[in-house]
């Protein structure tokens, strides 16, 4: 039965779906922040339910095809070990699941505190894409739009 759900899941399957499966997710961030939808199904722990049984997958399959999982810490070893591991298709989808996640679980912040302080969704919607395509620029322009409406400089929250 594993063999029959590998051929179907492959890595450039689950990249795509991944892809595409995210995005239902941030046009809800970004359109209707404020529905309990958003705050219930997208905003809370619910995509990463999700997202984790198809990490644990992919580390299961790479184990049981051969990949050494302790590779992965040869990325603290210098560039070129970096470079050298996302040559490798495993590593890559296992960073692509793990950037997706960070940038949606930073989307959903934005979306909570801008509620807390009520920015409105007009002035939210830039941030948010920059996070969704480039993560920490997305939130930097979420902070510095949130000094005004908070009418405070805080660098921790």
């Known amino acids: 039965m594993f063999e029959q759900i590998s051929t179907f ?3 450039e399957m689950i990249y795509l779906w991944l892809n595409f499966g995210i995005i239902p997710f941030w046009i809800i961030l970004i359109f209707f922040p404020q529905s309990n939808f958003c705050r219930y199904f997208i905003a809370s722990i619910i995509p990463y339910f999700i997202l984790t049984p198809i990490y644990i997958y992919l580390f299961y399959n790479f184990y049981i095809s051969g990949f050494e999982l302790s590779e992965i810490f040869r990325l603290y070893a210098g560039i070129d ?7 490798s298709s495993s590593f890559l989808i296992l960073f692509w699941i793990h950037f997706l996640a960070i940038n949606l679980f930073c989307g959903a912040w934005i ?10 969704k007009a002035m939210v919607f830039v941030p948010l894409i920059f996070t969704y395509f480039v993560g920490p620029f ?9 000094i005004f409406f908070a ?3 805080s660098l921790y929250d």
């Open 81 to 87: 070990e970096l470079i050298d591991l996302f040559s």
């Open 138 to 146: 997305g939130i930097l322009i979420y902070w510095i739009v949130r």
């Open 111 to 120: 979306v909570r505190d801008s509620q807390k302080f009520m920015v409105p």
């Open 151 to 153: 009418k405070k400089l």
């Open 9 to 11: 899941f492959t890595v």
